[in-house]
Antibody
Framework: EVQLVESGGGLVQPGGSLRLSCAAS????????MTWVRQAPGKGLEWVSVIYSGGSTNYADSVKGRFTISRHNSKNTLYLQMNSLRTEDTAVYYC??????????????WGQGTLVTVSS | DIQMTQSPSSLSASVGDRVTITCRAS??????LNWYQQKPGKAPKVLIYAASSLQTGVPSRFSGSASGTDFTLTISSLQPEDFASYYC??????????FGQGTKLEIK
């Protein structure tokens, strides 16, 4: 059974750092595209970052230069290192697996989410 | 960047109603359009991918269609468990997997 379990959220002051983890089971992180999506309180979904099976990465403009996505292959775990946090980064952060049929991508498995609150 | 505009932003309907939610892309995205359902406090769940393909395990009362840059999610006969928020997502302009702003479907 495929499962994604996030951890690492919490309260942090503006300018601080936090690292989120997403432990996967039932599939191999390193052979899949993995993403982070966030949702500010009462708001919609915002794609944050992706790491491809080959290891290349991409980021939304809103987090570029501050966030880093990575993975640990032997732990089968995805990470999101968040630096220089701002109040507008407050959100529930979800990790998700991207699957595809032909050239059509979609996010088929999601974690339960972890809340990051940036406040003084 | 491609913008995705959903309408309506909220909708009240009754069990048994036929409901349509629309998503318009700011430019052509072919059929690179997904629909997700999200219930309060839960992660999103994919319903439709590639504009009209039903994800495995999703009830057949859900369907998707496309016409140019306009995409539609239809629920043929609302069930109590369908009251939730719905989001479209484009995957044409990778890696910017933009979501629409969402539609909240409430009980009338």
């Amino acid at each position: 059974e495929v499962q994604l379990v996030e951890s690492g959220g919490g309260l942090v002051q503006p300018g601080g750092s936090l690292r989120l983890s997403c432990a996967a089971s039932g599939f191999t992180v390193s052979t899949n595209y993995m993403t982070w999506v966030r949702q500010a309180p009462g708001k919609g979904l915002e794609w944050v970052s992706v790491i491809y099976s080959g290891g290349s990465t991409n980021y939304a403009d809103s987090v570029k230069g501050r966030f880093t996505i990575s993975r640990h292959n032997s732990k089968n775990t995805l990470y999101l290192q968040m630096n220089s946090l701002r109040t507008e980064d407050t959100a529930v952060y979800y990790c998700a697996r991207a699957s595809w049929i032909q050239q059509f991508y979609y996010f088929d498995y999601w974690g339960q989410g972890t809340l990051v609150t940036v406040s003084s | 960047d491609i913008q995705m505009t959903q309408s309506p932003s909220s909708l009240s309907a009754s069990v048994g109603d036929r409901v349509t939610i629309t998503c318009r892309a700011s430019q052509s995205i072919s059929n690179y359009l997904n629909w997700y359902q999200q219930k309060p406090g839960k992660a999103p769940k994919v319903l439709i991918y590639a504009a009209s393909s039903l994800q495995t395990g999703v009830p057949s009362r859900f369907s998707g269609s496309a016409s140019g840059t306009d995409f539609t999610l239809t629920i043929s006969s609302l069930q109590p468990e369908d009251f939730a928020s719905y989001y479209c997502q484009q995957t044409y302009s990778t890696p910017m997997y933009t979501f629409g702003q969402g539609t909240k479907l409430e009980i009338k």
